[in-house]
């Protein structure tokens, strides 16, 4: 037996040699390929050409889809500004452009005009308030050098019956300053260098006054010398606003105002003031409606060529769209090359990888082996030695078999029990019969032991000198004497075996005819659920159907729904929830985005409009429907506002769905303009404390309806309306 064993060893030991050589062989094979080299190289060339074309194409895309979407906002803004043309063409705005320029132009010289008369009155009015208005150089002049002078005309006050004689005859006089006689040659001295300056002398001594002359309005200036003077030499003419000269010179008179009296002057030259201000006011109010014009006139024209650059803008969005789809539909043509190209790349890095993993792994079963044959030749020349020890006759008398057996028993052993000795088999024999003992006989069942195994167990638990060797010589008895018990019981426990075993048949046969029911109960369950599945799922595709049709149809640009089939619940107790996101898109081209993103309040409320409307078109129940809308204007604008009730009604129109909707007072005009009855109730009084019948206002395509109404709503007692 065991010389065959140990040739056995040494033939294995022997073994790895060979294997050593092949996997090296292996090793170098896998490491020179040039074929495999030369396809990886063609297939990384392809896979860049094809990455690079496609990405250049994604690139376009993106561009052509920016520019798309830039164009769409011009054009957008274009067709809104082209409203302003009001129907007319470029020449007619262009006109009208011209014309508004000229009115302006001529508003602006008019302004200018009246700037510079009220520039003019208001330095008038200020002189006049100063007193240097007549003779302003010859009173500043004389003031230098401290000598008083006085405008003629602020020292005479004349009165209502002496205007017509002494206006004119004071006129010629206007530009002459008075000052004290005394004076006088000192300012014809400071006047040499003013040429016409006229200088009257006050204060001299004169006749008696003459009751029809002009009074003084400043004490220090008595002109009566001069004025007695000038009433000689003039005379008043048969027309009362005329004076002669005894030279021969006529003035004319009948000023509208006084021009003597600084108070006199003053008043009119302020009535000048107000007058060229309202001027100027109405001047500047012409301007501002010139200026209005010419915005118009304008506007109308950016209108007109806003029109043109829509149309050319819609030109090039198109141009882009189809440059746009070229692209696309080239990169789809690009596609399954790239794919297959990817692909091949996938391949020969996978294959390479396995190449290196293999080569690694040969390198390693070599190294592996090497270490392998090393210890087996050590191994080897341990088990001579061992061979050459062993007793292999006497093993051989004291086995109860044949060598076949013995080494089959050996080679069936764990390592670690190969090398045990007898004294290591002993204890494991040990070891084994007492835990058979407390197996059969547990100390709860101490007393039901045959006597027999009970002195035997003694016999062989003894301690003591050579209890070793008793033990071993009682081992036989003992094993013997527990197989005999156990045989005994051997057809007890056969018996309740077969009893467990039918039992555990009918058991077994009631659950496979459950199994069975069950079964049925599922496939009727998956069924029915299946069919319901199939139900919402349609009814879900034609709600996003009509969604996004009327959102198309409705000025947006497409809308969707996203949802997932749900699991089933576990318990037919469990609510089987689905969950529906309505989407849509904000721009051409763009993908859809969930209602919850952030977005515009009136752009969730329209489409929110539009699903209602959607659910509602895509019941299909054959049943009239009736749609109930509560504020439905609360967060849209104007232009939604006309567009969700147009929608409204014309899902009522289209489907025979009655819509009826509470709306704000605003949004009265465009509900008559779309629904086919509008009723309004409103309070009698606001004022009143009882609850008073509500007044009704109605729209109706049939009047009859309106007065039914009326009467079911005004009357004592509600009752149906016919």
């Known amino acids: 037996m065991l010389p065959s064993l140990g040739d056995a060893v040494l033939q294995r030991a022997r073994g790895p040699g060979i294997r050593q050589h092949e996997l090296a062989r292996r090793a170098k094979e896998l490491a020179d390929d040039e074929a495999f080299t030369k396809r990886q190289k063609a297939a990384q060339s392809t896979f860049t050409k094809l990455d690079d074309a496609d990405r250049d194409l994604g690139e376009q895309v993106a561009t052509l889809q920016q520019q798309i979407e830039e164009a769409d906002g011009w054009w957008r803004e274009a067709k809104l500004n082209a409203r302003d043309a009001d129907g007319r063409d470029e020449p007619t705005a262009q006109r009208e452009r011209a014309d508004a320029g000229a009115e302006l132009d001529k508003r602006v010289k008019a302004v200018g005009v009246a700037e510079k008369a009220l520039s003019d009155a208001e330095e008038g009015l200020e002189d006049a308030e100063s007193g240097k208005d007549l003779a302003r150089q010859q009173i500043d002049l004389l003031a230098t050098e401290r000598i008083e002078a006085i405008c003629l005309l602020d020292a005479v006050a004349l009165t209502d019956q002496q205007r017509p004689k002494w206006e004119p005859a004071l006129w010629p006089y206007r530009a002459a300053a008075v000052v004290d006689h005394h004076h006088l040659k000192m300012a014809s001295d400071l006047l040499a260098d003013l040429p016409g300056s006229i200088l009257i002398a006050a204060n001299l001594t004169a006749a008696a006054r003459n009751a029809d002359l002009p009074c003084n309005t400043n004490s220090d200036y008595d002109l009566s010398g001069f004025l007695a003077s000038l009433d000689s030499r003039v005379t008043a003419h048969a027309n009362p606003d005329r004076v002669y000269d005894d030279a021969g010179i006529v003035t004319i008179g009948g000023f509208p105002r006084p021009v003597t009296d600084r108070a006199a002057r003053i008043a009119a030259a302020r009535d000048r003031v107000r007058q060229e201000f309202d001027s100027h006011r109405e001047a500047v109010r012409m301007q501002k409606a010139a200026e209005q014009q010419v915005a118009g006139a304008e506007r109308r024209l950016n209108g007109v060529r806003a029109?043109?650059?829509?149309?050319?803008?819609?030109?090039?969005?198109?141009?882009?769209?189809?440059?746009?789809?070229?692209?696309?539909?080239?990169?789809?043509?690009?596609?399954?090359?790239?794919?297959?190209?990817?692909?091949?790349?996938?391949?020969?890095?996978?294959?390479?990888?396995?190449?290196?993993?293999?080569?690694?792994?040969?390198?390693?079963?070599?190294?592996?082996?090497?270490?392998?044959?090393?210890?087996?030749?050590?191994?080897?020349?341990?088990?001579?030695?061992?061979?050459?020890?062993?007793?292999?006759?006497?093993?051989?008398?004291?086995?109860?078999?044949?060598?076949?057996?013995?080494?089959?028993y050996l080679l069936a052993l764990p390592e670690t029990q190969q090398a045990w000795t007898p004294e290591d088999w002993w204890e494991e024999a040990k070891t084994l019969i007492n835990t058979a003992i407390s197996n059969c006989f547990p100390p709860a069942a101490s007393h039901t032991r045959p006597k027999e195994?009970?002195?035997?167990?003694?016999?062989?638990?003894?301690?003591?000198?050579?209890?070793?060797?008793?033990?071993?010589?009682?081992?036989?008895?003992?094993?013997?004497?527990?197989?005999?018990?156990?045989?005994?019981?051997?057809?007890?426990?056969?018996?309740?075996?077969?009893?467990?075993?039918?039992?555990?048949?009918?058991?077994?046969?009631?659950?496979?005819?459950?199994?069975?029911?069950?079964?049925?109960?599922?496939?009727?369950?998956?069924?029915?659920?299946?069919?319901?599945t199939s139900a919402i799922k349609q009814k879900l595709e034609d709600v996003k159907a009509a969604f996004d049709r009327l959102d198309m149809a409705h000025g947006g640009y497409g809308a969707s729904l996203q949802y997932d089939e749900p699991l089933p619940p576990a318990h037919p107790t469990e609510n089987w929830e689905w969950k529906v996101t309505p989407t849509w898109r904000r721009a051409r081209r763009r993908h859809h985005i969930p209602y919850n993103r952030r977005a515009n309040t009136a752009q969730i409320d329209d489409r929110a409009i539009k699903l209602v409307c959607a659910a509602a078109a895509a019941s299909g129940t054959g049943r009239p429907l009736v749609l109930v809308l509560d504020e439905l204007?609360?967060?849209?604008?104007?232009?939604?506002?006309?567009?969700?009730?147009?929608?409204?009604?014309?899902?009522?129109?289209?489907?025979?769905?009655?819509?009826?909707?509470?709306?704000?007072?605003?949004?009265?005009?465009?509900?008559?303009?779309?629904?086919?009855?509008?009723?309004?109730?409103?309070?009698?009084?606001?004022?009143?404390?009882?609850?008073?019948?509500?007044?009704?206002?109605?729209?109706?395509?049939?009047?009859?309806?309106?007065?039914?109404?009326?009467?079911?709503?005004?009357?004592?007692?509600?009752?149906?309306?016919?």
């Open 307 to 408: 029109a043109a650059e829509a149309v050319e803008l819609q030109r090039k969005i198109s141009t882009l769209q189809a440059e746009d789809q070229a692209a696309r539909d080239e990169r789809a043509k690009l596609a399954p090359d790239l794919t297959a190209a990817a692909a091949e790349r996938d391949e020969v890095l996978r294959l390479e990888g396995r190449r290196e993993n293999e080569i690694k792994s040969l390198r390693a079963q070599k190294a592996a082996l090497d270490e392998t044959t090393r210890e087996r030749q050590e191994k080897r020349g341990s088990l001579e030695k061992e061979q050459v020890q062993l007793d292999l006759a006497g093993l051989r008398a004291r086995w109860n078999g044949t060598d076949e057996s013995a080494r089959d």
């Open 453 to 532: 195994v009970t002195s035997l167990l003694a016999e062989f638990s003894q301690r003591g000198p050579d209890s070793s060797t008793k033990a071993q010589a009682a081992f036989p008895a003992l094993r013997h004497a527990l197989h005999v018990y156990l045989r005994q019981h051997e057809d007890t426990d056969q018996y309740e075996r077969q009893q467990i075993a039918h039992q555990r048949k009918e058991r077994h046969e009631s659950l496979d005819a459950a199994r069975i029911g069950h079964g049925e109960a599922v496939q009727a369950s998956r069924a029915h659920r299946g069919a319901l």
């Open 633 to 722: 204007g609360r967060n849209l604008g104007k232009q939604h506002r006309r567009e969700a009730v147009a929608l409204l009604g014309q899902i009522g129109r289209e489907s025979g769905i009655t819509v009826v909707g509470a709306l704000q007072d605003d949004m009265e005009s465009y509900a008559i303009d779309a629904c086919g009855e509008y009723i309004k109730l409103r309070r009698s009084s606001d004022s009143s404390p009882y609850n008073e019948q509500p007044v009704v206002v109605g729209y109706d395509e049939h009047a009859p309806r309106v007065e039914l109404l009326r009467a079911w709503l005004t009357g004592n007692e509600y009752r149906d309306a016919v």
